[in-house]
């Protein structure tokens, strides 16, 4: 079984700046993508950004060039660094282990930006 956490999130200001961060433990073993993905309020779960062991990248592009993924493969652990956060960035944010053909979810996250 494959724990994920994440952590991070808050109330911040539209313009400011947020970093998650997300650890997996457990039976994990590379190579594996994570990805972080967002639900806003009463809408459906949708991908913010992903990346693989080595390294590539995909983003949405509703947040292209203000928000970075980045993971540290030693830890277990991805990053999201979200800046310029508009008031449509506000959602539940929830961390994925992609193992395989498993698939494992955290608890998510609020982040939530006011105007």
């Known amino acids: 079984q494959v724990q994920v956490v994440e952590s991070g999130g808050g109330l911040v200001q539209a313009g400011g700046s947020l970093r998650l961060s997300c650890a997996a433990s457990?039976?994990?073993?590379?190579?594996?993508?994570m990805g972080w993905y967002r639900q806003p309020p009463g809408k459906q779960r949708e991908l913010v950004a992903a990346i693989t062991t080595g390294g590539t990248t995909n983003y949405a592009a509703s947040v292209k060039g203000r928000f970075t993924i980045s993971r540290d493969n030693a830890k277990n652990t991805v990053y999201l660094q979200m800046n310029s956060l508009k008031p449509e960035d506000t959602a539940v944010y929830y961390c994925?282990?992609?193992?395989?053909?498993?698939?494992?979810w955290g608890q998510g996250t609020q982040v939530t930006v006011s105007s």
């Open positions: 457990g039976r994990i073993r590379s190579p594996y993508a």
């Open positions: 994925n282990v992609l193992l395989g053909l498993n698939s494992y």
